[in-house]
C-alpha cells in the first residue's frame, strides 16, 4: 500500500511521533493507522527503557483543587529545564495532577497501575512511557499527596513558576474569603521558609534528645564552654533547641508579612480567628520542591563536544 504525506501526518497529529518514524510504522503496518498507533507505542517504549536510566532532576509541581475540601500535589521530573516549560509537558503534569485529586491509591504502585483519566485503555505507567516517546526525555511521576479537609478546607499555593507546590488544610469553623486569603499567606510562608513541623507537638521525644546529644558534644569539645556550671550548659541547650524549634515549626516562626517583624505565625492565626469570629488553625501541610534529595546533572558541554570530536 503506498504511504501518502496525508497519512504520516495524520498518524503523526495522533501520537506526537517524528515523521520519519510514522513513516516508518506506516511500511512495517502496511499502512493500518491502528496498528501503526501500536508499533510506535512499543517503539516508544524501547526508546522510554533507554532513557530511564538518565537523571530526571527538573520538572514541576503542580496542585489541583477538586473543591475547598480536595486538593493534591504532584511532582514530576523531566531531565532539562527546557522540558519543564515545554507546554506538552506542563499539559501532562496537569493531567497527572487532575488524576491524584481524583484518586483512591495509597502509594505510587497504586498510582500508577490505575487506568489513565484521559484514556482508559491505558495506565498512568503506559501514559507515561508514550509521553517518553513523544518528548523524548526521561521523565518521572515522582509522588504525590492528596489532601481531604475534614473540618474546614483546603488552600493551594504554587510558587516560582511550579518550582514549589504547597497545601495547606485548614482546621477551621469558617470557610470564607478571609480565611482562604490567611491560608494563602501561611502558603507562602511554608514555601519560603520550608518549616518541617506544624508545631512542636509534632516534635518526637527522640528528636529533641538527639538534638540534645548533638549540643552537649558540641559543648563539652569546646575548651571555654565545657568549664561552665552544669546548670548553665543546661540552659545553653534549652535555648539552642528553642531556636531551633523556631526555625523549624511553622507557628513559631515569625510572620513573613509581620509588620512589626517580630509576630510569630501563631499570632497571625490568632488575628485571623479574632477576625472572622471563629478559630482558625493550620491542622497539617504539604510542600514539594522540585528535584530536592535528587542529583542533578553536571553538564560539561566543552568536555562532551571533545569528546565526540575524539571519538
Known amino acids: 500500500m503506498a504511504i501518502t504525506a496525508a497519512m504520516v501526518k495524520e498518524l503523526r497529529e495522533m501520537t506526537g511521533a517524528g515523521m520519519m518514524d510514522c513513516k516508518k510504522a506506516l511500511n512495517e503496518t502496511n499502512g493500518n493507522m491502528d496498528e501503526s498507533v501500536e508499533f510506535l507505542r512499543k517503539n516508544g517504549q524501547a526508546k522510554a527503557e533507554k532513557k530511564a536510566s538518565r537523571i530526571a532532576a527538573e520538572g514541576l509541581c503542580m496542585v489541583v483543587t477538586k473543591d475547598d475540601q480536595t486538593a493534591a500535589v504532584v511532582e514530576v521530573n523531566s531531565e532539562t529545564d527546557f522540558v519543564a516549560k515545554n507546554a506538552t509537558f506542563q499539559e501532562f503534569v496537569k493531567a497527572v495532577a487532575t488524576q491524584a485529586v481524583n484518586s483512591d491509591a495509597a502509594d505510587m504502585d497504586a498510582f500508577m497501575a490505575e487506568k489513565w483519566n484521559e484514556d482508559a485503555s491505558k495506565t498512568v505507567s503506559e501514559a507515561l512511557v508514550e509521553k517518553v516517546a513523544v518528548i523524548g526525555e526521561n521523565l518521572k511521576i515522582r509522588r504525590f499527596e492528596k489532601v481531604v479537609a475534614e473540618h474546614g478546607c483546603v488552600v493551594p499555593y504554587v510558587h516560582g513558576g511550579g518550582r514549589i507546590g504547597v497545601i495547606v488544610d485548614a482546621d477551621t469553623d469558617v470557610v470564607n474569603d478571609t480565611v482562604k486569603e490567611a491560608m494563602h499567606n501561611i502558603a507562602m510562608q511554608i514555601a519560603a521558609l520550608n518549616p518541617k513541623y506544624v508545631s512542636r507537638d509534632e516534635v518526637s521525644a527522640d528528636y529533641i534528645a538527639h538534638e540534645k546529644e548533638i549540643l552537649l558534644a558540641q559543648i563539652m569539645n569546646d575548651p571555654k564552654e565545657s568549664q561552665k556550671p552544669e546548670k548553665v ?15 523549624v515549626c511553622l507557628v513559631d516562626q515569625v510572620y513573613v508579612k509581620a509588620e512589626d517583624g517580630k509576630q510569630t505565625v501563631a499570632k497571625y492565626l490568632e488575628e485571623v480567628s479574632k477576625a472572622v469570629g471563629g478559630t482558625v488553625k493550620v491542622k497539617r501541610f504539604v510542600r514539594f520542591e522540585t528535584g530536592e534529595g535528587l542529583e542533578k546533572k553536571q553538564e560539561d558541554f566543552a568536555a562532551e563536544v571533545a569528546a565526540q570530536m575524539n571519538a
Do not use: F
Open 233 to 247: 550548659i543546661n540552659g545553653m541547650i534549652e535555648g539552642r533547641i528553642s531556636k531551633e524549634l523556631k526555625e
